[in-house]
């Protein structure tokens, strides 16, 4: 049985299949990832973990050119790809609550609009200007946020030490927190 290290080359090296042989191999971790970002957003009526996970999945195979190293990478592009897909979700639903009509709903089982996601568009239009003034405390709330990563892992997805990481999540938390709270 191969390795999800050398199924990961194979695919950032081309080959598609190799995509289909090392999603089975994280799928648990991926759906403990998906399930950790619907707690997080409460009441809001997020996608469901299994949508989120195969959205995931379909947007990863689509990847061209994409070099993944490493699972902590795959991980913190997996987290990246789950704020896209959250992000894009909470858009449908806030165009729908303000009668957007003509719009394609991202996710097949979706469910209705809520008032919180009017939050996680305030989040991502947080973490953009984040993105802006400093791209590796955005990339640290990315793992740590969206993709539930643990500050080791974290550290090893980013390549720096778990000190930088805790350092960092404490900065743009606090960061986060005003932009958050002069917003909303």
């Known amino acids: 049985m191969k390795s999800v290290e050398s199924l990961l080359r ?4 081309g080959d598609r299949q190799a995509a289909n042989e090392f999603i089975p191999l994280v799928y648990d971790e991926l759906r403990r990832i998906a399930r950790l970002r619907r707690a997080n957003m409460n009441a809001w009526q997020s996608p ?6 195969h959205e995931l999945y379909v947007h990863l195979a689509e990847q061209h050119g994409l070099e993944i190293r490493d699972r902590m ?22 165009r729908q609550k303000r009668g957007g009509a003509g719009v394609t709903e991202p996710l097949e089982d979706a469910a209705g609009p809520d008032a919180n996601a ?3 568009l305030a ?24 993709g539930g990563l643990t500050v080791e892992e974290t550290a090893e997805a980013l390549e720096i030490s778990a000190s930088s990481v805790k350092r960092g999540w404490d900065t ?8 958050l709270r002069s917003s909303l």
């Open 123 to 146: 989040i991502d239009e947080s973490l953009n200007r984040l993105a802006a003034e400093d791209t590796r405390l955005c990339q640290i709330v990315e793992c740590r946020f969206f």
């Open 73 to 94: 990478q795959f991980l913190y592009l997996a987290s990246v790809a789950i704020r896209n897909l959250v992000v894009d979700h909470a858009r449908y639903a806030s």
């Open 118 to 120: 009017d939050r996680v």
């Open 172 to 179: 743009a938390r606090a960061w986060l927190y005003t932009q």
């Open 48 to 53: 469901g973990t299994t949508s989120l996970v």
């Open 10 to 13: 194979a695919f950032s090296n």
